[in-house]
C-alpha cells in the first residue's frame, strides 16, 4: 500500500479548520461581539470577524475536498475489497454533503447580514427590536447553523478516525476474509 501522506494531510487539516474555525466563531466571536460598546458595533464586530474567516474557511473546504479525493482513489481497491468501507465512504460523503449545504447557506445569510455593516444586534446571530427584519430572520437562522456546522464537521471527524481503524491490517484482513465469505 503506497503512501498518501499530502491527501490525507489536505482531508484533515482542512477538516480540523472548518469544524475548528466554526466552532471558536460560534463559542467566541458572536458572543464576544456584544461587548463591543453598543449595539450597532456588534453586528458590525460580527460582521468583521466572519467576513475575515470566510477565505480562510473556504480554502479549508477546498483542501479537505481535494484530501478527500486523494483519499477515495487511494483506497479505492479497500472499497471493492473490505467489507464495511463502502457504507463508510456513504456515509461520510453524505456528511459531507450536508456539511457543505449548510456551509453554503450559512454563507448566503451572512451575506445578507454583512450588507448592512452597522445592524444593532444583542450578538452575533441575535437580533435585537430594532434589527431590520430580513437581518433579523437571517441572524435566527445563523443562531442554528452556527451550531449545526460544527456537529456535522465534528461527525466528519469521528467518521474519519473509524476509517483510520478501518485501516489497520487486522481490520483489513477481517473485511476481506469477511467480504470473500459473504
Not at 4 to 24: I, M
Not at 48 to 77: E, F, Y
Not at 125 to 138: C, G, H
Amino acid at each position: 500500500m503506497a503512501r498518501n501522506t499530502l491527501s490525507r494531510s489536505l482531508h484533515d487539516v482542512g477538516l480540523a479548520a472548518w469544524f475548528g474555525g466554526t466552532l471558536a466563531n460560534a463559542i467566541a466571536l458572536n458572543p464576544a461581539a456584544a461587548e463591543a460598546g453598543d449595539a450597532s458595533s456588534t453586528g458590525s464586530v460580527a460582521n468583521k470577524g466572519w467576513d475575515r474567516w470566510t477565505p480562510v474557511n473556504a480554502a479549508a473546504i477546498g483542501a479537505h475536498l481535494i484530501g478527500s479525493i486523494g483519499q477515495l482513489g487511494a483506497n479505492s481497491d479497500r472499497m471493492r475489497a473490505q467489507r464495511g468501507v463502502a457504507g463508510m465512504v456513504v456515509a461520510k460523503t453524505t456528511l459531507t454533503a450536508a456539511a457543505l449545504g449548510a456551509t453554503a447557506y450559512s454563507r448566503v445569510l451572512g451575506k445578507k447580514v454583512s450588507q448592512h455593516r452597522d445592524v444593532p444586534a444583542a450578538t452575533g446571530t441575535t437580533p435585537i427590536s430594532s434589527t431590520p427584519d430580513d437581518v433579523a430572520k437571517a441572524q435566527q437562522q445563523l443562531n442554528m447553523l452556527q451550531w449545526a456546522i460544527p456537529a456535522l464537521t465534528g461527525a466528519l471527524e469521528v467518521i474519519s478516525a473509524f476509517a483510520g481503524e478501518q485501516q489497520r491490517y487486522s481490520e483489513v484482513k477481517k473485511g476481506v476474509v469477511d467480504r470473500i465469505l459473504h
